[in-house]
């Protein structure tokens, strides 16, 4: 797909942007990369302005939640054009995710080129403030009509950029977290391991009842024991303890495997840490801190990068971390990682791909 035809906005809605105010995936630019699946395969794809798509009710998506998505960034780099850091990784998992629901597979390369383009048309929409960055978001979904449950025979694959802020306007503030122990999210041989949206419908009542008493996110336990640590909603989770960095590993298929967190697990090798990817009961956490040696819990994930628990609630027991204050081991984290996203620092492992503009 070398030359993908490109159909540029008349009205571009640049202007509109309130760039001290962006919040997260509020403002969408101007152009959309849109390839549609049909007859066994997908077509070039284009470049087209962003705006509403004809859609009949009959629509199977909308009834069986046909549909995966993915969440990547590009940066500005500070000594000229941009980063978009690991699109490779997405670009594969897209595809994992769609093996699991069904949706077929979609080149990584085409993927990754359509991505650069789409950048490049939109690319006075990334943020200059450090900090910012344009959110990348493909999705895919079954677009067919039908009421039979069965896969559907057409797809759309349509990619969409958001100028988004930093998650945190004054530096990174811990959040608070609850442990579900009336729900649960994703159950072995389930969905867990696919970015797929109903893995959020599933989310969502936990989430808004945590909301209600005060809690920024939830922390799902495995479905089956519920005595072991998954994942925050859309982040992993990482636990100091005892100078071990330790989080839960991916062999069960019911969490998700963040690009974020395979950083942080091959940076904290490389630094020497202790690192395990093994199963963490929950009991564990809480005994950990009452011998004092719960060092720091931190979330990982593309929209915040790291996200440092503060306090963590489960059952009748509610305890503070590192005196709700981000630990050593997640400010390095995330001075490292977004030092490499905006060109601070050397890129050794090639995790950005480098756009001029
Ligand atoms: C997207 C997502 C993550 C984070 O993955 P990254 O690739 O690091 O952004 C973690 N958990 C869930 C459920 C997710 O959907």
């Known amino acids: ?20 105010n962006l919040g997260f995936g509020v403002y969408f630019s101007d152009h959309m990369f849109i390839a549609e699946y049909k007859n066994n395969q997908w077509n070039e794809g284009e470049i ?13 998506t909308l009834h069986y939640g046909q549909s995966i998505f ?27 995710s769609g093996s699991r629901v069904c949706i077929p597979a979609y080149d990584i390369k085409n993927n990754i080129e359509a991505i ?39 797809y759309l694959l349509i990619i969409m950029t958001s100028p988004v802020a930093s998650y945190y306007p004054e530096g990174l503030n811990p959040v608070k977290i609850m442990v579900a122990s009336e729900y649960v999210r994703a159950v072995r041989g389930g969905l867990g391991s696919a970015k797929t949206a109903a893995n959020y419908a599933a989310s969502l009542l936990a ?7 005060g809690y920024a996110q939830v922390l799902w336990l495995d479905a089956v024991t519920r ?7 859309a ?47 929950i009991a564990e956490v809480f005994e950990a801190n009452e011998k004092g040696k719960l060092q720091e819990i931190f979330g990982t994930g593309t929209a915040a990068i790291i996200s440092p628990v503060g306090q963590l609630a489960y059952k009748d027991k509610n305890i503070i971390i590192n005196e709700s204050k981000i630990g050593p081991i997640a400010q390095k984290m995330y001075d490292t990682i977004t030092g490499i996203q905006y ?11 480098h756009v001029d503009l």
């Open 116 to 154: 650069i383009e789409l950048v490049k048309v939109d690319r006075d929409w990334i943020p200059q403030q450090r900090g910012h960055s344009l959110y990348i978001r493909p999705v895919i979904f079954g677009s067919s009509n039908f009421l039979g449950v069965h896969s559907s025979s057409e």
């Open 1 to 20: 797909m070398a030359n993908i035809k490109i159909t540029r906005t008349q009205n571009s809605r640049i202007g509109t942007v309130d760039w001290n």
């Open 235 to 281: 982040m992993n989770i990482m636990f100091v303890i005892d100078n071990e960095l330790i989080t839960p590993p991916l062999v069960q298929g019911t969490i998700l495997a963040g690009v974020t967190r395979d950083t942080v697990l091959t940076l904290a090798r490389e630094w020497g840490m202790k690192v395990s990817e093994r199963a963490l009961e």
């Open 227 to 233: 005595n072991f640590v998954d994942e925050v909603g």
């Open 48 to 60: 087209m302005p962003y705006g509403p798509l004809p859609m009949e009710p009959g629509l199977c």
């Open 207 to 213: 989430s808004a009842k945590a909301k209600e008493q």
């Open 70 to 96: 993915e969440g990547l960034k590009a940066f500005r780099n500070v000594s000229g054009g941009m980063n978009i850091f690991r699109p490779d990784m997405n670009a594969k998992r897209l595809n994992h």
């Open 343 to 353: 060109g601070e620092i050397e890129d050794k492992h090639g995790w950005n791909i």
